[in-house]
């Protein structure tokens, strides 16, 4: 079993920047992909980032190429989002998400273990 806790979400101006850090214990977390999902209003969740175990191998949605980067400080059990140049679209609540493999993974149903979401709001 994997515990996830998502923190770091707030409020910030378009434009600007926030991390996000998903801690895992439970489990040794270097032998985990990890990824990062958003919910905002009314939407469905959507795929952002996914990492892979070792940290060699990225993936991004394309809304956020260029501007997230998803890494993983597997010494700390770790895993974090740094956003920047926010915009409002990406107001959501964010999850991190965890499954034993060295894949990287980008679909929800691939993932074993969710945290319970931190909240990002970007305003205009």
């Known amino acids: 079993q994997v515990q996830l806790v998502e923190s770091g979400g707030g409020l910030v101006q378009a434009g600007g920047s926030l991390r996000v850090s998903c801690a895992a214990s439970?489990?040794?977390?270097?032998?985990?992909?990890m990824g990062w999902f958003r919910q905002a209003p009314g939407k469905e969740r959507e795929f952002v980032a996914a990492i892979r175990w070792s940290g060699g191998r990225t993936y991004y949605a394309d809304s956020v190429k260029g501007r997230f980067t998803i890494f993983r400080d597997n010494a700390k059990n770790t895993v974090y989002l740094q956003m920047n140049s926010l915009k409002p679209e990406d107001t959501a609540v964010y999850y991190c998400?965890?499954?034993?493999?060295?894949?990287?993974?980008?679909?929800?149903?691939?993932?074993?273990?969710w945290g319970q979401g931190t909240q990002v709001t970007v305003s205009s």
């Open positions: 998400a965890a499954r034993h493999t060295f894949g990287v993974l980008i679909t929800e149903d691939e993932y074993d273990y």
């Open positions: 439970g489990r040794t977390f270097s032998n985990y992909a």
